[in-house]
């Protein structure tokens, strides 16, 4: 090579050199600069939708105020062997504690025995019959949850008439616990309403709660009511009703997040929403591991900083947190 030819190949190789040099040093300075407490992580179903985004808030509130290592992950669509290869690499690194919102609880228990069994502790949230954890946190009372949006949807659309409900996804625990409680609660105390197919799926995904809407529009069209447990859900179905001109005329309840359902609630596309803070839930969860990490019990009765006491049901940790959503409060909901 020419010594010309040489010149700009060494400064090539220098200018490398010190970009990789500066990788390094920002890499150290971001590892340095998260707590050395307990590596804590909280497993999602989904990421990027409001009430994940939401819940990470919680997460990284406890990383600050507990002193602790503490991030969320979660997989790019609901597929629950996503989840499970997640988990599989956080009992690899050997993390201190791993908190799991389940898309499929069964799915779960094979990788919640191996994580254990390396000494991680396992708290998962909505999957109140799971096995193979430490503690499940709920915020609110399952069964009452299912059978008050019935409640609702007949105060909005009579005690007559086609109704559908949709579910996350057909493996989301308390998703179908809700379902199966609120249906049989239909079935028994309001024998007018008429459940028109089974219930449908729809990923915890907007857009599909939207095209899953129009298809049910145009399968049953005289449907007077719809449940959407999940919180994209009751946005896509508003926006297929507006979309169809039928906002007046089918009654939409289910599970938002308070800002991302305000135009819809204040339009009355939604009649009602309700929800439990998931910020919450995020630091309790990151709580409750960090105690167990740290070998204190968990009891009856006990306060979690800024949430109060909670009730223990074997390995269910209760929490009284739903919140009503309207029209009017929904401003006031501060999420």
């Not at 590596?39 to 990027?48: A, C, F, L, P, Q």
């Not at 819809?264 to 998931?278: I, N």
């Not at 009765?301 to 739903?322: T, V, Y």
């Amino acid at each position: 090579m020419k010594p010309a030819a040489r010149i700009p190949a060494m400064r090539a190789w220098a200018t490398l050199g010190a970009v990789l040099l500066w990788l390094g040093l920002a890499a150290g300075c971001s590892r340095s600069a998260r707590p050395e407490g307990p590596e804590i992580v909280t497993v999602v179903k989904v990421s990027g939708i409001p009430w994940f985004n939401r819940m990470e808030e919680g997460v990284r509130q406890a990383a600050q105020e507990l002193a602790i290592d503490a991030y969320q992950i979660g997989p790019s669509s609901t597929d629950e062997a996503l989840q499970v290869r997640m988990i599989e690499d956080l009992i690899s690194k050997g993390v201190a504690a791993i908190c799991v919102v389940p898309n499929d609880a069964r799915s779960l228990e094979p990788v919640f025995d191996r994580a254990r069994a390396r000494g991680i502790k396992v708290i998962t949230h909505e999957s109140p019959s799971q096995r193979g954890h430490d503690y499940n946190l709920e915020a609110i009372d399952n069964e009452a949850f299912g059978r008050y949006h019935v409640d609702q949807l007949v105060a909005f659309m009579g005690e007559t008439g086609d109704y559908v409900v949709f579910v996350g996804s057909l493996t989301a625990p308390t998703h179908n616990l809700w379902a199966d409680v609120g249906i049989a609660h239909a079935r028994e105390r309001y024998p007018g309403l008429n459940l028109v197919t089974e219930r449908i799926p729809f990923g915890d995904d907007q857009e599909t709660a939207r095209q899953k809407t129009l298809e049910v529009l145009r399968a049953y069209p005289e449907l007077k009511g719809m449940i959407l447990f999940g919180s994209p859900g009751p946005p896509g179905a508003a926006q297929a009703l507006k979309e169809r001109g039928l906002a007046d005329r089918v009654a939409v309840v289910g599970t938002v997040m308070p800002r991302h359902g305000a135009p819809y609630l204040k339009d009355g596309s939604v009649r009602h929403g309700t929800l439990w803070d998931p910020r919450d839930v995020g630091f309790a969860m990151s709580y409750i591991a960090q105690r167990l990490v740290h070998g204190e019990s968990i009891t009856d009765g006990m306060e979690i900083p800024g949430l109060g006491p909670i009730r223990l049901e074997g390995k269910n940790i209760l929490l009284d947190a739903m919140l009503r959503i309207t029209a009017d409060n929904v401003d006031a909901m501060g999420f």
